[in-house]
DNA sequence: CAATCCCGCCACTCA
DNA sequence: TGAGTGGCGGGATTG
């Protein structure tokens, strides 16, 4: 209790100043305060360790916060407990208005607190609370609700200068919950870049600055690992249909794909590449849940619905989706509409390059992002480790005995990483395509030439491909598109035809509705208020490698791959090299080795099972070699160091890109951050069994330490 | 009864 | 060895 005694005040402190009030007694009330305020923290000190934890809370700094066992059941009548209560609680009526409405709503910018805010703020809802009820509902302690309240306490755009530490078990403390909880909606925050981990119970607070690019990078990585076919797939079918695929029992690998954070990455790339930008957790569940596993297969469904709502929960909060109800026959099925911004492309760029940035050379900073471990291919348990962001500082384990944790390893080593997405039983077509995208490297790069169709020996792999059409996406302008449009329109109509349901879908609430749309502006970024999305649609490429799996890929399930080829996505054009045939041996195995260097430009990194087979893997990388522009863009991130990534710096740079180190500073972080998402994939299928945990999960390591710089 | 999803045990890792 | 993480699924709530 002390801990957080002290916290707080330091916290409160701040606060005074504003209040004017300072003592114990009060301390509930300074606490709302205290939670309320936004720590925003001018730039970073140095040292990096310290600096992080500048935050808001100096004592904390370190970060093994002593636990308080209070924390879990406080005391009703400690500060804690009250600030708990006054946190969530709310009247019923406010609750409920809340949820309906403010769910929907980020609570967060001034500006956008307007008028019902203040339900949701702070002082009031904590005036109110007391008396109201002891007994918080379910629906109070939601986590959906949590996490507006932890989003509350910051700015969506934060000032590229100040830096904003979170403490989680400072915020944990805040918000009157256990720590275990905050993890959730930090997972979820940080597969978007909302925030990014510095340091055992350190993140640092992006808001959405990152977002449009995050979710570009999103939408691309979906694309190039064929979401959109499966959704489209999926939705055209029965959400049955799948099911037979044979269910490879490789399966058992998969784990990784598990952490919350990659799901949450993945779940949004449905959204992302749906024609409708719209999801339901069956499908999602379905799409994410690696599709062998027959016997748990059910088990695992539950499991990954229970996750997929909590996901939901926090993405509602972030007003990027809205749950919306179809009308089936009779079942009632829940069905999740985007609602955040569409068009990424623009905005992004501006807040990004601003803040982040502008730092350091990229290519100091080690991988970092990625940590999930979903693909992480081997076979060996340990294989999935998730990726940390931090840093892989920790030798041990590099190279050897886990085959391929990419994530912990340092960048150079880790090159590529594989993303590879399972879908689940492939629809009716009873095969599952699957996309996998290899970060170019550069020394696998080998140009294409566009129109190339290639003939991959040993593995019947069809390449298809033609060079791709300009895009003019980027930045938010698209090109005139005709072809590539058209192309994209064909694809998709082929591919999915069938789909059905939008007519079936009503928004759950009038009401909610309508705030979604007013919200829209404000909590999405301003673009759009609500349905825009559609016409965006993302690049579809037209051409796709076909790889049927009866090649020998082994680990793959007899899943085929199908892969996009050349996608524009997110604005990027693929040009160069999209695809890469690596041998698999390689990829995995070596981690440090050479390979996984290369990565770059494309951004996507991945790293291969070594479960697959020597045959030759085929890789579609879009990104590759792009244009300057989609240097810039997708590099967003990165963009500020920017100067080292010029266009051209690009392909030889991207090493760089890779390798950073861990963000000491936020907006390193945030540069790195974009090498996030290269973790996507969910190759857990090809995975080996239940490395299981491993991944990560467990304290992620830091590199902070000397990422000091 | 089905949809939600809170809660917290406990496996993992790392320091 | 303890602390930070976070997968996981039982089972309570809700609808």
Redesign the pocket.
């Known amino acids: 209790m002390e801990m957080k005694c002290l916290s707080l005040k330091d916290l409160i402190s701040v606060r005074k100043i504003k209040t004017g009030s300072d003592d114990t007694d009060t301390m509930n009330e300074q606490k709302e305060n205290i939670c309320m305020e936004r720590r925003i923290m001018t730039p970073l000190k140095s040292d990096s360790l310290t600096g992080h934890r500048r935050v808001c809370s100096p004592d904390i700094t370190h970060?093994?916060?002593?636990?308080h066992p209070e924390k879990?059941?406080p005391d009703p009548w400690t500060p804690t407990a009250n600030l708990k209560m006054l946190i969530s609680a709310a009247s019923p009526d406010i609750r409920d208005r809340e949820l309906k409405k403010t769910l929907f709503r980020p609570i967060e910018n001034e500006e956008k607190v307007t008028e019902e805010d203040d339900d949701l703020d702070d002082t009031c809802q904590f005036e109110v609370l007391d008396d109201s009820e002891r007994r918080p509902?379910?629906?109070q302690?939601?986590?959906?609700l949590l996490c507006q309240k932890f989003l509350a306490l910051y700015p969506d755009y934060p000032e590229p200068s100040e830096s904003i530490n979170i403490s989680?078990?400072e915020v944990a403390t805040c918000l009157g919950v256990?720590?275990?909880?905050i993890?959730d909606i930090?997972?979820v925050l940080e597969s978007l870049l909302l925030v990014s981990r510095m340091a055992?119970?350190?993140y640092v607070w992006h808001g959405r600055s990152l977002l449009s690019k995050t979710l570009e990078e999103l939408e691309r990585t979906g694309r190039e690992q064929g979401y959109h076919l499966l959704m489209d797939q999926r939705e055209g079918s029965s959400p049955h249909a799948a099911q037979h695929t044979q269910n490879t029992h490789v399966a058992s690998s998969r784990?990784k794909d598990?952490?919350?954070?990659i799901m949450s990455q993945k779940f949004v790339m449905l959204f992302l590449v749906s024609k409708t930008r719209t999801v339901t957790?069956d499908t999602a569940a379905k799409i994410l849940i690696e599709e062998g596993q027959d016997d748990s297969s059910h088990?695992?469904y539950?499991?990954k619905?229970?996750?997929l709502?909590?996901i939901?929960?926090v993405l509602t909060s972030l007003n990027l989706i809205k749950?919306l109800?179809v009308r089936e026959e009779n079942?009632?099925?829940?069905i999740f509409k985007w609602i955040g911004p569409s068009d990424f492309r623009s905005d992004s760029e501006s807040l990004e390059v601003s803040g982040t940035h502008t730092v350091t050379g990229t290519a100091e900073r080690r991988e970092k992002m990625v940590r999930h471990s979903s693909f992480q291919v081997v076979p060996t348990p340990?294989v999935n480790?998730?990726l940390i962001n931090s840093a892989p500082?920790?030798p041990h384990?590099d190279g050897k005995d886990e085959p391929v944790d990419f994530s912990?390893k340092s960048v150079s080593s880790v090159a590529c990483r594989l993303q590879f997405e399972d879908s689940p039983r492939a629809p009716s077509a009873g095969s599952t395509s699957v996309a996998v995208s290899l970060q170019p490297e550069t020394p696998y790069t080998a140009q294409f030439t566009p129109q190339t169709v290639a003939y991959l020996p040993q593995t019947p792999v069809l390449m298809l491909y033609s060079s791709h059409v300009p895009e003019g996406i980027i930045q938010g302008q698209r090109s005139p598109i005709t072809d590539q449009k058209r192309a994209r329109e064909e694809d998709e109509n082929q591919a999915v035809k069938r789909r059905k349901h939008s007519s079936s879908i009503e928004s759950e609430t009038a009401e909610s509705e309508c705030l979604d749309t007013r919200e829209g502006s404000s909590g999405n970024e301003k673009e759009d208020g609500v349905e825009k999305r559609s016409n965006t649609d993302p690049h579809h490429s037209s051409q796709y490698l076909y790889v049927s799996n009866t090649a020998g890929l082994n680990g793959l399930n007899g899943l085929n791959f199908l892969m996009p080829a050349g996608h524009t996505h997110g604005g990027m054009s693929a040009v160069a090299v999209p695809y890469f045939l690596v041998p698999s041996p390689l990829m995995a195995s070596t981690g440090p080795t050479s390979r996984a260097e290369g990565a770059a430009g494309g951004n996507l990194s991945f790293s291969m099972p070594t479960v697959l087979s020597p045959a030759r893997f085929v890789m579609a990388g879009g990104a590759f070699g792009m244009s300057d522009k989609v240097n810039n863009a997708e590099h967003h991130g990165y963009r500020g160091p920017g100067s080292t990534l010029s266009p051209q710096g690009l392909r030889k740079e991207s090493p760089r890109l890779v390798q950073m180190q861990t963000p000491s500073t936020p907006k390193e972080a945030a540069m790195w951050s974009k090498s996030f998402f290269e973790t996507p994939g969910a190759f857990g299928l090809l995975a080996s069994p239940p490395a299981?945990?491993?991944r990560?999960?467990?304290?992620?390591?830091?590199d902070i330490e000397h990422s000091s710089n």
């Open positions: 970060i093994t916060p002593i636990k879990s059941h509902s379910r629906k302690k939601s986590l959906g989680l078990d256990e720590r275990r909880r993890y930090v997972n055992k119970n350190l784990r598990k952490s919350l954070r957790l088990s695992k539950k499991t619905v229970r996750r709502y909590d939901a929960n749950k109800h079942s009632r099925k829940p340990h480790r998730r500082s920790t384990r912990r299981a945990r491993k990560g999960s467990a304290q992620r390591k830091l």
